[in-house]
């Protein structure tokens, strides 16, 4: 079984509508949590990060955790076009080894 | 500031060759990470270093080493390519792992 277990996708939305992207995780010793973002052929850029359960907001995402069930979840309002893109969730210990999930592909259609 | 560098963009290597991935950062980093990323498996740690002198395996080290004689520089050698390692890698660093890492544009291996 993986560490961090992705909602596998991909994602087709309409422009405007919500996404929620979707991670588990099975290690307690995971104690900060990221989202990143993918472009084709790029590496992945840094979204957020948090480290207590609750969510974090930034403009139009928010990242959500909640350490009792293992879940972490990113949701976007008012999807654009240019979200378009893979995201990655990732987990981290104190030791700063990092595992991410295997990504999200997301398409929103104007 | 340029962030950080990998060279080279594309590689061809034959079964058995051997080559280093360079890496590069310039915004002193103190943490720096090497990742392959295959077609639905996501990023799989190879090896981290969490500064000059110090590394430690990942996920996946079998077949590559690394070394970090400084700060700026981390690279990736493969000792004796194999088909299995064709992949994308990328390279990352970070000041302080608890902010996340910046991540290179990435070198892309084919091993025939």
């Known amino acids: 079984q993986k560490e961090v277990e992705q909602d596998p996708g991909p994602l087709s939305v309409p422009e405007g509508a919500i996404v929620s992207l979707n991670c588990t995780y099975s290690?307690?010793?995971?104690?900060?949590f990221m989202w990143y973002r993918q472009y084709s052929r790029k590496g992945p850029e840094l979204l957020m990060y948090?480290?207590?359960?609750g969510n974090k907001e930034d403009g139009r995402f928010t990242a959500q955790v909640d350490k009792s069930s293992k879940y972490i979840s990113l949701f976007i309002r008012d999807s654009q076009p240019s979200d378009s893109a893979t995201y990655l969730c990732?987990?981290?210990?104190?030791?700063?080894?990092?595992?991410f999930g295997d990504g999200t592909t997301l398409t929103v259609k104007p | 500031n340029a962030g950080v560098t990998q060279t080279p963009k594309f590689q061809v290597l034959k079964t058995g060759q051997s080559m280093t991935l360079q890496c590069a950062q310039d915004?002193?980093?103190?943490?720096m990470s090497w990742y392959r990323q295959d077609p639905g498996m996501g990023l799989r740690l190879i090896h981290y270093?969490?500064?000059?002198?110090?590394?430690d395996q990942g996920e996946v080290p079998n077949g590559y080493n690394v070394s970090r004689s400084t700060t700026e520089d981390f690279p990736l050698r493969l000792l004796s390519a194999a088909p299995s390692q064709t992949s994308v890698y990328f390279c990352?660093?970070?000041?302080?792992?608890?902010?996340?890492?910046?991540f290179g544009s990435g070198t892309r291996l084919t091993v025939v």
């Open positions: 290690n307690s010793a995971f104690q900060y």
């Open positions: 948090t480290y207590s359960s």
């Open positions: 990732a987990t981290l210990t104190n030791a700063g080894k990092s595992t």
């Open positions: 915004m002193n980093h103190e943490y």
């Open positions: 990352a660093s970070s000041y302080d792992f608890l902010y996340g890492y910046t």
């Open positions: 270093s969490v500064g000059a002198g110090i590394t």
